[in-house]
């Protein structure tokens, strides 16, 4: 592999206010709140509840410690991915979305468990409630979509450069107009239909044998990104390459202006991307990878690489970089 | 499926359109079932104007090639696809013939045009 220049992080400053500093200071902020709340607190105080009521007691600062301990080891976690990828957009959103929204849950427990036993004169007289709990949660993903959506776009990059010579073109009318557009599954669909099914009964009964409604909803959301990525739009047009999931969401755009070079490559989804679906690399490389085999492989300005699996993956390549070379000005097509 | 049309070829656009989708149906590029992208969709990418895309969609609508569903869009109609391989074998041999005899495209499309029809 060519060696590489700095990698471009763009909005670097605003990933490192709202990934790193925003996640401590929420957890920090709800720590230091519970301590100043320790007085009015029952000691021993219910560290843990089971479904029919609290399961363990203990002093509180236990609780705080073992929150806090959690929240530092994710947050460093989360605080080395947010530093070093992010270079793509839909990773950065992802990243610096669910770092907030990590360090948003911790604060919740912390703040939710303190809140019910607020004034209590012992463990015993505790009413159990999950009403502040579910709100803190509630609050919680409010504040990591918005950190998500704050996270900022990719900055318009177009290319200084003609596309290389030896990448292959498609040989067109010089007037013509062309669309490439293709549909993709992901390879096995049928399992993925069957662990979603799995997912949903399991959700069901949790929710049941714990009459808590709202952990159906809590449950069901990691399935949303699964059945986000079964079915696949891609097009290729003048504009670019347009990856759009069949729920309209996750997109993934690559523009022509900001197209190096298009190739066919081989790829294997586990061992390259450690899975299928929409993938993001620290290195910088986002992959489409619904199966393995033919892929096409997109370089981009600012240290950006994309592959996407897809049939046809010769003539989509061709396609793109001559998409690419006449956004440049049509001279080198 | 690899969609082309030009504007400064002879035949209307609409018609390039409706050529472009009837050739990938046949080719097997579309399968039956399959949905078409939306006309203001593929209007856009192609750059041009959203009732050239319905005309061409109107066209194969007509001949059979597409229907519209409920729910679902414009898709390829679902009539067995082994009607399209016997039109895929004829079409590979009508072309080999055709460059055997040194003919041109327009020409050998010509002829099709102006075939007597068979009597039914």
Redesign the interface.
Known sequence: MSPHPAPTHPHRARSVVLGVLLPALLVAGAALLTTTWLPRLPDPAVLHWSLHGPARTGPFTELVTVVVALAATTWLLFTTLVLAAGRTEGARRVLVGSAVLLGATYAAVLLGSAWVQLDAPDAAAVTPSATPLVVGLLVAVLLGVAAGLLAGADPHLPAADPVPADAARLD??A?????????CTVRGEVFWWAGIALWLAAAVAITSLSAQWWLLAVLLLPALPLLANLHW?L?I???GLHARALLGWPRLTVRAEETLRADVVTVHPFTEFGGWGLRSRVDGTSGLVLRRGEAVQVQATGERTFVVTTD?AT?AAA?LNTMAARSRGGATT | ????????ADSPLFEQVATGIRAAVVAG?LRPG??L?AARD?AA????NMHTVLHAYRTLREEGLIQVRRGRGTVVSTRSSADYRGLRRALADLVREGDRLGLSRTGLADLIRHAPGTAP
């Open positions: 067109l009318p007037e013509a107009r062309t669309m490439w557009l293709t549909r739009t097009q047009d003048a504009t046809d003539r396609l | 499926m690899l969609l082309t049309i030009d504007p400064t590029d399959e949905r992208p593929l990418a192609l750059e041009v």
